[in-house]
């Protein structure tokens, strides 16, 4: 469902009765502005490790969903995405939850979103790790507000400089990767 401009059915500046389907319009519009905006939250239900070597960006992979209303996340083709079924305003937010490793120089973590695999990052938020031996449960988060048309999609990424765990990545903890949006105006 989309949101129809009930001037398009009836013009009230006409003076006369409106159609039924005006009324049928503005129904289904309050229906849409009041519960039927898009909104998705998803999110990875295992640990996982991000694919991409050490200083590269890597896609997060998501599996499953908290929520769907509009069909925004698909399990089967580019599961790391959100895709705005409507043009419009969108707010949304991420999350990443990981395990650091501290390999005695400086660690740089990163997580932003990305705009239809663009170069663009928003809500980028980043740690610098200081020079000290062990790990820690590190949290990274941001949101924001971004107007996209219908079939855009945004996607989480996360950046490392560590070399940890022979092959270059962090441990990403399940439920605690997370990216969400809704729909909030035309």
Partial sequence: MTFVDPTTIHNPATSTIA????????????????????????????????????????????????YDNQGMHSNVTNNSRLTCPIGGIYMFGWAIEYLTFNEGNINRNIGAVFINGGATEFAVQQHMLPIS??????????????????????????????????????????????????????
């Fill in 133 to 186: 031996a062990g790990s820690n449960r590190m949290r990274l988060s941001g949101s924001t507000f971004h107007r996209f048309s219908a079939t855009h999609y945004m996607e989480l990424n996360f950046y490392t400089t560590q070399t940890s765990l022979g092959f270059g990545s962090s441990v990403l903890y399940a439920d605690k990767c997370t990216l969400w949006a809704m729909w909030v105006a035309v």
């Fill in 19 to 66: 159609p039924a389907s005006w009324g049928d319009t503005v129904n289904d519009d309050l229906n849409f502005l009041g519960r039927d905006k898009p909104y998705a939250k998803i999110y990875h239900n295992i640990d996982q490790v991000p694919v991409n070597v050490t200083n590269a960006w890597s896609p997060l992979a998501m599996n499953s969903e908290a």
